[in-house]
Nanobody, 125 residues
Framework: QMKLVESGGGSVQAGGSLRLSCKYT????????MAWFRQPPGKAREGVAS???????TYAESAKGRFTLSKDKVKDTLDLQMNDLKPDDTGMYYC???????????????????WGQGTQVTVSS
């Protein structure tokens, strides 16, 4: 029932910033952890940042100090502010919702099964 739509990706030089947004909609959504994952070219999908229903956040080590995850409860969006971008940040970024689905991935102790279509982030040096 949930639909996730990402936006905000693009091409940026190292040191630049991007703000990704995930619009979520669904009549049966009752809450759950949400996250941003990324999949670099030729590599596996990895969790970048997640936020629980209580507002607590978890970041991948590579994202700490540079990325900030937040929810806009008015706009129903999950936003990822990415600063000081590096070439290693390049990849397809996906918004995810905790739960079961056709495709599953984990970050920490949380499993995610609902995904958006992804938005490409390319960081050049």
């Amino acid at each position: 029932q949930m639909k996730l739509v990402e936006s905000g990706g693009g091409s940026v030089q190292a040191g630049g910033s991007l703000r990704l947004s995930c619009k979520y909609t669904g009549t049966t959504y009752s809450g759950g952890t949400m996250a941003w994952f990324r999949q670099p070219p030729g590599k596996a999908r990895e969790g970048v940042a997640s936020i629980r229903t209580d507002g607590s956040t978890t970041y991948a080590e590579s994202a700490k100090g540079r990325f900030t995850l937040s929810k806009d409860k008015v706009k129903d969006t999950l936003d990822l502010q990415m600063n000081d971008l590096k070439p290693d940040d390049t990849g397809m970024y996906y918004c995810a919702l905790e739960g079961w689905g056709p495709s599953m991935a984990t970050m920490g102790e949380t499993t995610f099964g609902t995904w958006g279509q992804g938005t490409q982030v390319t960081v050049s040096s």
